[in-house]
């Protein structure tokens, strides 16, 4: 599904260079989980923004689901990411002025989804993440886990292919941390690809293969399953 | 999508109550200045065109000099309207006209009335004032006939039907009335309560050049033949017959205006005082200007405040979210608050008409804003105003790239910084361009105010003269004596404060004939007494040499007694001691009793000229009354019994003689006051953007502020250094505006012969004024960022 290969982005200001991905290669075959970890600055996050068709590489290529998109301009990226890339963040990144329900609704209004299509849609996916109870309610009334449950909920609403998840327990105690561990684990096994950044060794275990970084390259790869 | 769009904006409108109270608060007052002036504007550029015929109608002008002055007038004499329609073919209709504001009585109801119109038989049928009743072509067909207007109408007669009855104007002749008309709208130069047909007056029947009293209008057949026949005209004024006619030491010649230019572009006042393009573009100008500080606050606004917006963009970009999605969202956004602004401004506007009317001295209503016209316009303001204000905060937040703000948090680009600076910067010399310009306004009509005059226009009643009091003259000038706080009284034609009366004057002195044109006041003994004119040699007249004025025999032995001011004497080639005693000519002989002080007696845009006063109680039209001020009420009362003694006839009402004097500045003084009102408007505005704009900076610093108080900063530093920024920007635009108003104010008092001289302190006193409201908005910002607690802010990152 994903296979990148001599990747490379440097980041420049007026005095320093920094190499934030040193060619770097790997592949993602459809259904797994991947976990990447490493230290800080290793480019973790890079790595993770350009799978995620929000940046661009600097050189190397990108072949996603059989496409090169490693040049693709922004708005054939934005297409692209719209329909089969979902996203979960550390912070959750919710929009503050909006509901719970508007939040998960987001994805589908900017896919073109029709009205009484997108409320069946939502409710279904509050439902599964059991978050249904809290739908008008804003970001701030509810607790972390419920916070990041709803993200993930916004995150599979449009049945992306691929999910993105950047450290999902960074911000949660360690039982809201499985429960949101235990939903990304519930969506792979229904065949939908993960891929995770975390510092967490427990959460690692969860995933089938762990990619470790260092200043920009793969050191290892462990199989766990 | 609309309706996400719609509840993100509204919630965020919510939630940034000072942004949002900033916003709407500005777009409002911009939004309210437009409506205002517009109305204003509007109103001035529709003078006079509501005619049919307008654009076919001219007004004769004159033009005549003595050889050393041009005197110009929009007057003429009887003989103009005939004898050009005679001459010209290209003539249709003539209609002269001239007002009064005399007694009118119907039955026992007496008033004293104004805009008392005697017009041409052709009046009704060259302009469009709509008939409720008559036949427009014979309503003034015959003498003594009179047209009333509505209002009129229903003040004499109530609900009966006047026509065939009759009014008697100044207890002396009946006319009948033979037409209602409708009341002549505000935007007319020829406003009448009563149109009388001009046959009804004496001076009719004979057909002279000179005397011009009258207001001559003519309808042409075409608009485009006004300027062969104003070729025609002046080829037309230099015939010898003509000339000979009209004198040969005079030139005399006529030019014809566009009736709907005269308003705004003549310097002539006709019936009635006109208005001023040049005020018409300045009010324009500072209605934009206003608007734009207003739409400068929310771009400044909406781009400083993207900074709390990156979390919620980046997070809609990241699900798919376009570029052109987003800017339409913010652009709505912009639409929203501008539609609130609108809608508030449309409110507000009508609440203050009456007060702005009381100001501006308008009768503009409500209803003439909720017309298809304005309405449209007010939307495409409306549409113009979302699009000035937030298509740049759209483009900036639709541009942030979506890798900058994910993680690492979104900064303001420098380059946006330097936009609002230079925003800012417009503002502030928008503002101070218009607070120097107040200033110099208000300075030089307090100038205008308490200028020495030459005589004391304070504290002197001005009662009009009727038959009734001229018949009993000396008596009732002695009574009006016996009333305890009045110190004197005189008579005279008129008011010192604008002597219309022009005359000529001509003397054989040692150096020749001189032979000129001065202005004249008739007058009693008591006159410049009264009015505390300063003698500077000879002596005052004596009541005895009332007798001189002799008419038998012809006017074989008339003489005058005159009193010359500086100028006339000057004129003449004397000293004002070697005048006293030399007999000068105002058509008959007379002689100089003594010569007063130059004293103002036309509006400071014109220089002191020659003047002459001469005795002549037959003319006396007023009685001025100098009074101690003490116990007005009382003596008020005394004269209203004597009055009502000597004229029984006659209404008795009074005013003050400053009063006559303030209405000659009423465009000045109006323009200063709607100046003074909407550059306070203008500097409020730029600080409140400033505050809210310093609120968002200061928030965005408060960890450096955190971080400067944990390293010893003491609250004056971090004052300093937060305002130093806003302070210079201010000073700069101070610098900018201050050889903009400097020349622009130099322009304005040109026109004035008597002005202030602008100095150094008025400008310096306005940039430090401007300063210290800036430092005071942005300061209470930096103190209350300077004495936070840095644990807080350090902790929330």
Redesign the interface.
């Known amino acids: 599904m994903i296979k990148i290969s001599d990747l490379q982005k440097v980041y420049r200001t007026e005095e320093v260079e920094t190499v934030a991905l040193n060619h770097l290669s790997f592949e993602v075959k459809e259904g797994e989980f991947v976990s990447v970890m490493g230290p800080s600055g290793c480019g973790k996050s890079t790595l993770l923004n350009i799978l995620g068709l929000l940046d661009d590489p600097d050189g190397g290529s990108f072949i996603f689901n059989g496409t090169e998109v490693a040049h693709f301009n922004e708005r054939k990226r934005a297409d692209l990411r719209k329909r089969n890339i979902g996203f979960v963040f550390q912070s959750f990144n919710l929009i503050d002025e909006l509901t719970v329900f508007e939040n998960v609704e987001l994805p589908l209004i900017y896919l073109g989804v029709k009205g009484p299509e997108r409320k069946q849609r939502v409710e279904t996916v509050l439902d599964k993440m059991q978050i249904m109870h809290r739908r008008n309610h804003y970001p701030q009334q509810l607790s972390g886990g419920q916070q990041q449950r709803v993200a993930v909920a916004r995150a599979v609403v449009n049945n992306p292919k691929l999910i993105l998840a950047d450290e999902p327990t960074g911000n949660l105690d360690s039982s809201n941390g499985n429960e949101v561990m235990q939903l990304l684990t519930d969506l792979n096994e229904q065949g939908t690809t993960i891929i995770m950044v975390t510092h967490s060794e427990h959460d690692s275990r969860y995933s089938h293969r762990i990619i470790r970084m260092l200043d920009g390259q793969t050191v290892t790869e462990n199989i766990l399953v | 999508?609309f309706k996400?769009y719609f509840?993100?904006a509204w919630?965020?409108l919510q939630?940034n109550k000072l942004y949002t109270f900033v916003n709407i608060t500005g777009l409002t007052v911009g939004i309210v200045s437009c409506i205002l002036i517009g109305l204003y504007v509007s109103e001035e550029l529709s003078y006079d065109k509501f005619h049919d015929k307008a654009d076919r109608i001219a007004r004769v002008t004159m033009q005549y000099t003595d050889g050393t002055t041009i005197n110009r007038a929009a007057l003429t004499g009887t003989k103009v309207g005939p004898q050009f329609r005679r001459t010209f073919p290209a003539i249709t209709a003539f209609a002269r006209t001239v007002q009064y504001s005399p007694v009118v009585s119907v039955g026992d109801k007496t008033f004293n009335e104004t805009h008392f119109l005697y017009a041409d038989s052709a009046f009704f049928s060259i302009f469009t004032f709509p008939l409720l009743k008559g036949n427009p072509a014979t309503v003034l067909a015959a003498p003594n006939q009179v047209v009333l207007t509505e209002t009129m109408a229903k003040k004499y007669f109530g609900e009966s039907d006047p026509i065939g009855k009759t009014l008697k104007v100044n207890n002396g002749k009946d006319y009948t009335i033979t037409g209602i008309a409708r009341d002549a709208p505000e935007n007319s130069q020829i406003r009448f309560n009563f149109v009388a047909s001009f046959s009804s007056m004496r001076v009719s029947r004979e057909e002279i050049w000179w005397t011009a009293n009258y207001v001559t209008y003519l309808l042409l057949p075409h608009p485009q033949d006004l300027t062969p026949l104003q070729r025609q005209i002046t080829a037309y004024m230099q015939t010898d017959p003509v000339r000979y006619e009209t004198g040969a030491g005079a030139k005399l010649t006529y030019f014809l205006e566009p009736l709907t230019w005269v308003h705004l572009h003549s310097t002539l006042d006709g019936l009635e005082p006109n208005g001023n393009i040049t005020y018409i573009y300045i009010l324009s100008a500072v209605a934009v200007l206003i608007l734009l500080i207003a739409c400068v606050n929310y771009t400044n606004l909406a781009t400083a405040q993207a900074q709390g917006r990156t979390?919620?963009i980046?997070?809609?970009?990241?699900?798919?979210?376009?570029?052109g999605?987003l800017f339409r969202q913010y652009l709505g956004e912009s639409l929203m608050l501008t539609v609130i602004a609108l809608l508030l401004a449309v409110f507000i506007s009508i609440q203050l008409l009456p007060l702005f009317n009381q100001i501006a001295n308008k009768s503009l209503s409500s209803a003439s804003l909720l017309q298809p016209l304005p309405i449209l316009s007010l939307l495409l303001l409306g549409l113009l105003v979302s699009l000035l204000a937030g298509a740049y905060p759209a483009l900036v937040l639709s541009n942030i790239r979506?890798?900058s703000i994910?993680?690492s948090g979104f900064r303001l680009s420098s380059s946006g910084g330097n936009l609002r600076k230079s925003l800012i910067v417009l503002q502030f010399v928008i503002s101070v361009f218009l607070m120097i310009s107040t200033m110099v306004i208000l300075q030089q009509l307090s100038f205008i105010q308490n200028k020495k005059l030459g005589y004391d226009k304070d504290h002197v009643l001005v009662l009009p003269a009727s038959e009734e009091i001229h018949e009993k003259y000396d008596a009732v000038k002695a009574a009006i004596r016996q009333v305890p706080q009045v110190i004197n009284t005189g008579g005279a034609s008129g008011t010192p404060t604008y002597v219309e009366w022009t005359d000529g004057l001509s003397a054989t002195t040692e150096t020749g004939q001189k032979n000129f044109t001065v202005k004249a006041i008739p007058c009693d003994a008591d006159f410049v007494k009264t009015l505390g004119m300063q003698i500077i040699a000879g002596s005052n007249f004596n009541a005895a040499d009332m007798h001189m004025l002799d008419t038998t025999d012809n006017n074989k032995n008339f003489r005058y007694t005159f009193i010359l001011n500086e100028s006339a004497v000057k004129a003449l080639g004397w000293t004002p001691q070697q005048a006293i005693g030399k007999t000068v000519e105002k058509y008959y002989p007379g002689i100089v009793r003594a010569v007063v002080k130059d004293f103002h007696f036309s509006s400071m845009h014109e220089a002191i000229g020659p003047l002459i006063l001469f005795q002549d109680t037959q003319w006396v039209s007023r009685m001025y009354i100098k009074v101690s001020g003490k116990d007005l009420p009382g003596t008020i009362a005394r004269l209203q019994s004597i009055w009502k003694e000597y004229a029984p006839h006659y209404p008795f009402e009074y005013h003050f003689l400053d009063e006559d004097y303030n209405t000659l500045y009423k465009t000045e003084t109006r323009t200063g006051e709607l100046f003074g009102v909407f550059s306070l408007t203008a500097i409020l505005l730029a600080c409140l953007g400033l505050f809210a704009l310093a609120a968002y900076t200061t928030a965005q610093r408060t960890k450096e502020i955190g971080i400067r108080k944990v390293l010893g900063a003491s609250l004056a530093s971090l004052v300093g250094m937060l305002s130093k920024d806003f302070l210079r920007l201010v000073a700069i635009a101070s610098l900018i505006a201050l050889p903009m108003s400097w020349w622009a104010m130099n322009r304005w008092l040109q026109g004035f012969v008597y002005h202030i001289t602008l100095s150094w302190w008025m400008f310096a006193t306005v940039i430090l004024l401007a300063l210290f409201i800036a430092l005071a908005t942005v300061s209470f910002q930096a103190i209350r960022a300077g004495l936070a607690n840095p644990v807080k802010s350090l902790r929330s990152e």
Do not use: P, T
């Open positions: 999508m996400n509840k993100i919630r965020n939630k979390g919620e980046s997070i809609r970009k990241v699900l798919g979210a376009g570029k999605q979506l890798m994910l993680r």
